[in-house]
């Protein structure tokens, strides 16, 4: 479940960013002013922040610098207003990954905070190493444990899963398994997705029957929350 840092001080807007994330199915932490928001960026350690400009206490331009000067690369992506442009301008040049103007659809704001994501744990991927629950993934050593003990999985069990983590949180098909996984040219059935699936469940799962990493989406494919 990708965490997410909200650091904007407009209560109503705030509200509305919490609800919709959480209707996506992301944990979602708030912060009213700067110093909080940076407090609880290095304290939390969230998957992406959104990260308004203006303020009390301390700017967001300066949270952002704060944050980047101290190493952290979480993804932000900075709520402006309209007729900042140098602003956006600055946010860019001094770290952030992103910029919406206020007012800004919802949807549209969603679409991007699910593109840093699915950037961000590509970075992951790469780097050679990624963990959710009890579980500790070795992409460049093709190695896997659970509670710190070695995790038998096959090459395509592993595939499967470097693609569900760049695609953390968005519903998957079996139609683009199947390309980005095996390959048309394979011919494998629907059926052999879900197959595999169930194999992966049984390994990573504290209950396979009600899964909380690779869970079903209805009619349509899964969707990976780790």
Same mark, same amino acid.
Request: contains cysteine; glycine residues 8%; aromatic residues 8%.
């Given at each position: 479940?990708? +965490?997410? =840092?909200?650091? @904007? ?9 919490? /609800? ?13 002013d700067g110093e909080?928001? !940076?407090? =609880?960026?290095?304290?939390? +350690?969230?998957?992406?922040?959104? =990260?308004? %400009? ?8 300066? *949270? ?5 000067? /101290? ?17 956006? *301008?600055?946010? =860019? ?6 910029? $919406?103007?206020?007012?800004?659809? %919802? ?5 991007? $905070?699910? $593109? ?7 970075? &992951? ?10 579980? @500790?993934? /070795?992409? !460049?050593?093709?190695? !896997? ?7 038998d999985l096959s090459?395509? &069990? ?8 760049? #695609? ?17 040219? /394979? ?8 197959? #595999? ?11 396979? !029957?009600?899964?909380?990493?690779? %869970? ?8 990976? %929350?780790?």
């Amino acid at each position: 479940m990708p +965490r997410i =840092l909200i650091i @904007e001080d407009e209560a109503d807007l705030a509200l509305g960013l919490r /609800n919709n994330l959480e209707i996506e199915g992301c944990e979602v932490i708030t912060a009213r002013d700067g110093e909080e928001g !940076a407090r =609880l960026a290095f304290q939390e +350690r969230p998957d992406l922040i959104l =990260l308004d %400009i203006m303020l009390p206490r301390l700017s967001g331009l300066d *949270v952002c610098r704060q944050l980047r000067g /101290n190493g952290m690369n979480t993804p932000i992506i900075m709520l402006t207003a309209r007729g900042q442009e140098i602003d956006k *301008v600055i946010g =860019l040049e001094i770290g952030a990954d992103d910029y $919406v103007t206020k007012p800004f659809s %919802i949807r549209e704001l969603l679409a991007r $905070v699910h $593109v840093q994501l699915r950037r961000q744990s590509k970075r &992951e991927t790469e780097s050679g190493t990624y963990r959710f629950g009890e579980i @500790e993934l /070795n992409f !460049a050593r093709h190695q !896997a444990f659970r509670k710190g003990k070695p995790l038998d999985l096959s090459a395509r &069990e592993f595939e499967i899963l470097k693609y569900f983590i760049e #695609h953390r949180g968005e519903p998957i098909t079996r139609d683009q398994l199947l390309d980005e996984v095996w390959g048309y040219d /394979n011919f494998p059935l629907t059926r052999t997705v879900d197959n #595999h699936i169930a194999r992966l469940r049984q390994k990573i799962e504290d209950n396979p !029957a009600e899964p909380q990493y690779v %869970i079903t989406v209805h009619r349509m494919g899964y969707k990976f %929350i780790g």
